[in-house]
């Protein structure tokens, strides 16, 4: 382990156990993955991701729709290398998907609160390191994307009694626009700098406030306005449009750019 707080500490959990060729493996695996499986990963507001202060540990906080929400964080943290970035996980999926203690992620039970508690005091002892980063999906579990964000006590807790943290909202959208594959879309706000203690509330606020700009972004069907982090493939109808502009000669106004 690098430094993560020994199993036997908390016998209640499952502590991550990050390796750090374990985790150029898989990074290099799931980014394949996304490529096979959607029309790119498209960002906006990766600055305030890469210039998270790596003297002070950071939280972010995220909304959680579906299951690769996980997956796309942990991408994210090629973004900073400054940062060690660990996620808290349900227990369920992470006794299924063990693996993944490899780049960063520890479990929680929210059955039972002894169980959440000794998850909550691991996430405190990670984050007593200034250069670690913790993402936390304070919903708890996977909800519907047009559900109002509500989330559940913990996150900041946590956050109030780690000195200095840094608290950066991100929020997830997966849509279709002209392809046959959708797309990833990512938000990523800016730090939160207004009154501590933060409350749940707040937390909520916040990633309502950053979804209605990401929904609007979406809306507007312009990958200008995003940073591809994981460029696509070429889709059927981008492989067709090829295949018909080089057959009339105009190759040179091709696009390949899926949107």
């Known amino acids: 382990m690098e430094g993560e707080a020994s199993a036997s500490c908390y016998p209640k959990m499952i502590p991550a156990n990050k390796n750090p060729i374990l985790d150029s493996l898989l990074y290099a695996y799931f980014r394949c993955v996304f490529r096979s499986r959607f029309s790119g990963v498209y960002a906006s507001g990766i600055e305030h991701y890469k210039e998270l202060d790596r003297s002070r540990p950071a939280i972010c906080f995220a909304n959680h729709t579906n299951w690769w929400d996980g ?23 992470m006794k299924h998907y063990s693996f993944l203690a490899w780049i960063g992620a520890f479990s929680v039970d929210l059955s039972s609160s002894l169980r959440a508690s000794a998850s909550v005091r691991y996430a405190l002892r990670l984050l007593e390191k200034p250069e670690s980063l913790c993402w936390i999906f ?94 696509p493939k070429l889709s059927i109808n981008k492989r067709w449009e090829w295949i018909r502009r080089a057959y009339c000669g105009q190759l040179d106004s091709f696009n390949p750019e899926n949107g």
């Open 71 to 93: 997956l796309v964080a942990f991408y994210l943290s090629r973004f900073n290398w400054r940062k060690k970035a660990y996620c808290m996980m349900e227990e369920r999926q």
């Open 138 to 231: 304070p919903q708890s579990k996977i909800t519907p994307s047009h559900h109002p964000i509500s989330v559940k006590e913990g996150t900041a807790y946590i956050a109030n009694r780690v000195s200095r943290t840094q608290l950066l909202p991100v929020v997830f959208r997966y849509a279709f626009f002209h392809e046959d594959k959708p797309h990833i879309f990512v938000r990523i706000g800016a730090p939160y700098e207004g009154q501590r203690p933060v409350t749940d509330e707040v937390i909520a606020e916040c990633l309502s406030a950053e979804l209605a700009r990401l929904d609007e972004m979406v809306a507007q069907h312009d990958l200008s306005l995003f940073q591809a982090i994981v460029p």
